[in-house]
């Protein structure tokens, strides 16, 4: 079967770093997304791994090992906007297509 | 770019009537649209994959009768909710691939809150 894991919440002060971890077990599996989700609005965007190794993007970076089902998203200095639920999601290949597997996503409280 | 739209934002309507959800996308063509739901605090689980000119692709306990879908074109897909149910209430959300851009990404649309008195 299809299994995303994400801890449920983390809490994090402003300016500091949060690291937040996914673990999956997929078939077919061709990339991994994280992205970002506010109460009542759709997900937007935050990165795409697809080989093993660190991307960067300003404050954001996500890292992938395809060997252990592992990846993680890396939130630098932190600011309250930053307060958001973020969801890992694991790209499998269907004979119809790509979909996503989403896990249950991690709210992230950011305090000041 | 690369922007998706959802009509209605939000619905209110009431048990065993239908309820018509539209998603475009405005700025490409999407032979590939996906329709998720989403209850609140889970996460978004897949209802069905869209392809433009054929019939969709239902996940594993999707009713296909209850929950109908048409993408006519490469740029609308309709969710039809029938005979609604409280249980239904839930926000929904479509994604859009671009035909013409990378084959992993999808673009999001705003959501439709269904609540269904």
């Known amino acids: 079967g299809q299994n995303i894991d994400q801890p449920t919440e983390m809490t994090a002060t402003e300016g500091a770093i949060v690291q937040i971890n996914c673990t999956y077990q997929?078939?077919?599996?061709?990339?991994l997304f994280w992205y970002q989700q506010h109460a009542g609005e759709a997900p937007t965007f935050l990165s795409y791994?697809?080989?093993?190794g660190l991307e960067e993007k300003g404050r954001f970076s996500s890292f992938l090992s395809r060997s252990k089902g592992y990846s993680y998203l890396l939130l630098k200095e932190l600011q309250m906007k930053d307060s958001a639920s973020y969801l890992c999601?694991?790209?499998?290949?269907?004979?119809?297509?790509?979909?996503?597997?989403f896990g249950a996503g991690t709210i992230l409280r950011v305090k000041s | 770019g690369a922007v998706v739209s959802q009509h209605p934002s939000r619905v209110i309507c009431k048990s065993g009537t239908s309820v018509k959800i539209e998603c475009r996308s405005l700025?490409?063509?999407?032979?590939?649209m996906f329709w998720y739901r989403q209850f609140p605090k889970q996460s978004l689980m897949l209802m069905a994959t869209?392809?433009?000119?054929?019939?969709?692709?239902?996940e594993q306990g999707v009713e296909k009768d209850k929950f109908l879908i048409n993408h006519a074109s490469l740029t609308l897909s309709t969710l039809t909710v029938t005979s609604a149910h409280p249980e239904d209430s839930s926000f929904y959300i479509c994604?859009?691939?671009?035909?013409?851009?990378?084959?992993?990404?999808?673009?999001f649309g705003p959501g439709t809150r269904l609540t269904v008195t």
């Open positions: 994604s859009a691939r671009d035909q013409g851009g990378p084959t992993y990404e999808q673009y």
């Open positions: 997929t078939s077919g599996f061709n990339g």
């Open positions: 791994n697809v080989l093993d």
């Open positions: 999601a694991a790209s499998t290949f269907m004979e119809y297509g790509n979909k996503l597997v």
């Open positions: 700025d490409f063509q999407a032979t590939t």
């Open positions: 869209s392809n433009e000119g054929s019939k969709a692709t239902y």
